[in-house]
């Protein structure tokens, strides 16, 4: 069991570029969410899917960010015209069907906008 | 809408001791579920222990315990023969009964000393 992997580790972009992130859930895992983690803000809710179904956007801010589940085995996050307030780590995490509300985090990718 | 409250920003004890964290919760829903995850140096971050709003008894795992007060809206966690390897981050969570989606609080950074 690889755990939930997330890509690329650390990703620098200049203001107003595009920048998008993967992730990989365990196999098997029917959920997928996705997290922002900055020091000011700590851990913040963005979206979640299951079984590739957008459930719950609610913190997702509304006009340059969007996530996809196209498949079972990988989700993405874009965020589109990237400003410095931007700059966090990402956590991806998946949960089983058998687990719900039990969340299995990857090592996050670290975004710096310059 | 949900709140997780650790009001608690550090704390530091010797090894072998046992350690309580705080936390309070607010929901006006009445099924909920509690949890407790630790953030490593290395940024990891683990589930630990979940309480069930409708369980009465206080949940256990290895040598975490939960201290559920539902009439005081608390979940503490109490580590018992800490190590200093237990040295880390701790969130308190919960979610709703029905959405999957989990609110943090800040975190407590735990100090574990020689």
């Known amino acids: 069991n690889a755990g939930v992997i997330q890509t690329p580790r650390h990703k620098v972009t200049g203001k107003g570029q595009e920048a998008t992130l993967w992730c990989e859930p365990i196999?098997?895992?029917?959920?997928v969410f996705w997290y922002r983690q900055t020091i000011v803000q700590g851990l913040e809710f963005l979206t979640y899917?299951?079984?590739?179904?957008?459930?719950?956007d609610s913190g997702m801010p509304k006009e340059r960010f969007s996530a996809q589940m196209p498949n079972q085995s990988h989700s993405t996050l874009k965020i589109q015209s990237t400003q410095p307030q931007d700059s966090a780590v990402y956590l991806c995490?998946?949960?089983?069907?058998?687990?719900?509300?039990?969340?299995?985090f990857g090592a996050g990718t670290r975004l710096s906008v310059l | 809408a949900q709140k997780v409250t650790q009001t608690q920003t550090s704390i530091s004890v010797m090894e072998k001791t046992t350690v309580t964290m705080d936390c309070v919760y607010e929901?006006?829903?009445?099924?909920?579920?509690l949890f407790w995850y630790k953030q490593t140096a290395s940024g990891e971050i683990v589930f630990l222990i979940r309480?069930?709003?409708?369980?009465?008894e206080n949940a256990t795992e290895g040598h975490y315990s939960l201290n559920f007060q539902k009439p005081k809206s608390s979940i503490g966690l109490i580590i018992t023969a800490t190590q200093i390897e237990d040295s880390a981050v701790y969130f308190c969570?919960?979610?709703?009964?029905?959405?999957?989606?989990?609110?943090f609080g800040a975190g407590t950074k735990l100090t574990i000393k020689p």
């Open positions: 995490a998946s949960s089983p069907r058998t687990e719900k509300n039990t969340l299995y």
């Open positions: 929901t006006r829903d009445s099924s909920y579920f």
């Open positions: 969570a919960m979610s709703l009964y029905g959405n999957e989606k989990i609110t």
């Open positions: 899917f299951r079984n590739q179904a957008p459930i719950d």
């Open positions: 196999s098997g895992h029917s959920a």
């Open positions: 309480q069930d709003s409708y369980k009465k």
